[in-house]
């Protein structure tokens, strides 16, 4: 069994985005980082190079059983990506019609444009995410 690419590491989470090339993309991630610290009550760290995770939990598919970010995001080029807020194996969540512009897609929630989102529905959809595999 391989062992998963991505994992914890001391990386600097601050050094990181403050990295991100792109200078309203760099402000968006500083914004979503706060936003789930605050939602879910503790400090990121990094997962990877480009992964800002929130907690962890253990996850089983056909490679194994490995740790995963309960909640994560990747500051990417095209879009912010958030890990842990939206599963597409599930019945379609109705708050999503409420979010504002986004797309989705294997088990990710995509973010072009932060100001263009319902800050409080997505601090909503943290919130449950993170009380479901937290407790």
Not at 14 to 21: G, N, R, S, T, Y
Not at 73 to 81: E, I, M, N, V
Not at 119 to 135: H, I, N, P, T
Request: glycine residues 8%.
């Amino acid at each position: 069994m391989a062992e998963p690419k991505t994992r914890p590491t001391d990386a600097s989470v601050e050094a990181f985005l403050a990295a991100v090339p792109d200078a309203r993309r760099r402000t968006e991630a500083v914004e979503l980082a706060e936003l789930i610290r605050s939602a879910t009550g503790v400090d990121p760290i990094m997962w990877g190079t480009s992964i800002v995770g929130y907690g962890s939990m253990p996850v089983t598919n056909t490679t194994g059983t490995y740790e995963w970010p309960i909640v994560a995001f990747s500051p990417r080029k095209s879009a912010l990506t958030i890990y842990g807020v939206y599963n597409d194996y599930a019945e379609p969540d109705p708050i999503m019609a409420s979010l504002g512009e986004h797309t989705v897609g294997k088990g990710c929630l995509y973010i072009k444009r932060l100001d263009r989102v319902d800050r409080g529905v997505l601090e909503q959809l943290v919130r449950r995410a993170w009380a479901a595999q937290a407790g």
